[in-house]
């Protein structure tokens, strides 16, 4: 005889249990999807590149992609790079890039790895195999960008792999095919904007030498009395505050790129400075 609550049991473990898989697929599916704002693309092969995290020199591949639907960096010329890398502060030039998820390969030994995917221009990329130097360039802000997002630190005593385009399967990612909205555009009264005021500000980074973590924005608004009257939006590399009803109007430009997700603000009645702090991508 079979005890029939076991049977209910495994019954309602096994409803459990695919339910649980009908969420995750359907949890992915959102993932994966590309928005309005973005599309799929599929890169195609570049140049791979080995090099290792520190300080606990495990193996890390970096491939290079490249995808014409990647907007292309501004121009520059092999004179001009030499005085941005010889500058104190070459982070004024950006090249724009996807940054893939890591994912788990076998090197040629068998041993397990792990592997980036960086996707840039594809002209840009073709430039860069034709000239050392930028070709150095990029293999540079690739590895950054990846420390950067993902909190690595990895070796600059990196090797351009001959024989190998690539490691492992390049998977397709989604790009934004537009920018984020800064801020909604409302219908102001007429009159309203001429009559706002650029507040003072001042911008601060954390720390103040090496690699930046934090930008900080210290806006005074004299007159304002509750952050209720305060309209902020932070952009990737765009600030913009308004103080109703038209006091104060703040629309700059800042030089890092910024977790917009993770900012914070904070507003002191008392000094009336409005603090708004963002992580530094």
């Known amino acids: 005889m079979t005890d029939s609550s076991l049977l209910n049991s495994e019954l309602e ?3 459990q249990e695919e339910l649980y898989q009908q969420l995750l697929l359907q949890t992915m599916g ?3 999807t590309p928005t309005s704002d973005s599309k799929s693309i599929r890169p195609l092969p570049g140049m791979c590149v080995k090099t290792f995290t520190e300080p606990g020199k495990e193996k890390v591949f970096i491939n290079i992609c490249q995808s014409g639907s990647v907007p292309p960096p501004p121009e ?82 990196w090797k351009v792999l001959k024989n190998r385009k690539f490691l492992g399967s390049l998977s397709e990612q ?3 095919t ?11 009264q007429e009159g309203s904007t001429a009559s706002c005021k650029r507040p003072k ?19 005074e608004l004299p007159g304002v009395r509750s952050s209720r009257s305060l309209l902020l939006d932070v952009g990737e590399d765009r600030l913009v505050l308004t103080a109703r009803p038209s006091l104060f109007q703040l629309d700059i430009f800042h030089p890092f790129l910024v977790d917009q ?17 963002n992580r530094s991508l």
């Open 261 to 277: 997700e993770n900012a914070v603000a904070q507003f002191n009645t008392q000094t009336q400075v409005h603090e708004a702090k």
């Open 178 to 188: 537009k920018s984020r909205p800064i801020i909604q555009v409302l219908q102001p």
């Open 76 to 157: 520059l010329s092999r004179e001009a790079l030499v005085d941005l890398l010889q500058s104190e502060d070459p982070s004024g030039y950006r090249v724009p890039m996807s940054l893939g998820e890591p994912h788990i390969e076998m090197d040629n030994g068998s041993q397990s790895c792990t592997a980036y995917d960086v996707v840039i221009n594809q002209d840009f990329f073709q430039k860069c195999q034709e000239d050392p130097l930028f070709q150095q360039f990029v293999i540079l802000v690739s590895a950054e960008g990846l420390e950067n997002k993902y909190q690595l630190e990895l070796s600059r005593d």
């Open 13 to 15: 473990l096994q409803q």
């Open 174 to 176: 989604n790009i934004r």
């Open 201 to 219: 500000f001042r911008l601060l980074v954390e720390p103040p030498t090496g690699d930046p973590e934090n930008l900080i924005a210290e806006i």
């Open 30 to 32: 959102k993932l994966q």
